[in-house]
């Protein structure tokens, strides 16, 4: 990550302003995932080594783009006071398992309420909002050379609707108040990426009490089941078993979905599996001898094999 930070930086710094900036961080990022899937291709990397690589390539275009979104806002809004943003991966960016074509699953915190120091002081609430949505517009906009990323950033509280970055508090209000099971899921893979380590630390604890630590659903297994049969038939092709690699039968979101519910039934008594990956977990059950040996080698063989097909797929297909 480090060696492709250092890349974006002098890339982004060597072009003028405006869209040539867009332009070095989009030629910089395909370059980088060229070199990822020639090796992936050629089998000098294994799936986990390659998406720890897009991952690490996505992270570090993260940390670029929010070094050029808070330059293109200081000089009319100076700087936030107090400090402290951060920005937090969820989905398989959270999980250190980002594929080639995989979206940038992201939400956006503060630390506290106050006001800028530039010229046009506004509340840290909106400030922080157009940083957030210049962040998203840097990585998405097309240009000569394309977008870099997508970005979806409706996990938020109040999805859609709701502000683009929120202070801590109102993620602990909304994960006490109103979050649902779904929710919980979701949130076992965020992780702090990039801005204030303080935040991000605090962010954690937060999302770690709401997902491990929230009150026990008699019919936990119940729900998660039902929201796995919504999301195949909705988009993973129905009973059509292997429709789709990712989300129809015995695809790659069952073994997910697994996991996760045995993240989320155990978490509580066992702080080893509150983590945001998938095999890795998976280790961590069975070490904590919650999933026989046997059966989470299968899991893992087949989780790594459905996502090297999925690899393939997308390399093709982009």
Known sequence: RERVAADLQR???????????LDALRRVKKAEELRIGLQDILDQADVTATHRALTHLAEACLEAAFQMAEQDLADRFGRADPPGFIIVGLGKLGGMELGYASDLDLVFAY?????????????HTEYFSKLADRICKILTTITQEGFAYRVDARLRPGGQKGEMALPLQA???HFTRLADVWERQAYIKARPLVGDPAVGGAFVECTHRFVYEAPEHADLAERVQAMRHRMEVERGGGAAKGAHVKLGSGGIADIEFLVQYLQLRHGRTH?????PSTLEALRSLVAERLLPPGEAVTLEESYRFLRRIENRLQERND
């Open 271 to 275: 702080p080893s599996l509150r983590m």
């Open 111 to 123: 630390r506290q309420d106050g006001t800028t120091t530039g010229p046009e002081r506004v509340s």
């Open 11 to 21: 890339a982004v710094a060597g072009a003028a302003p405006g869209s040539a900036r």
């Open 171 to 173: 993620f602990e209000t």
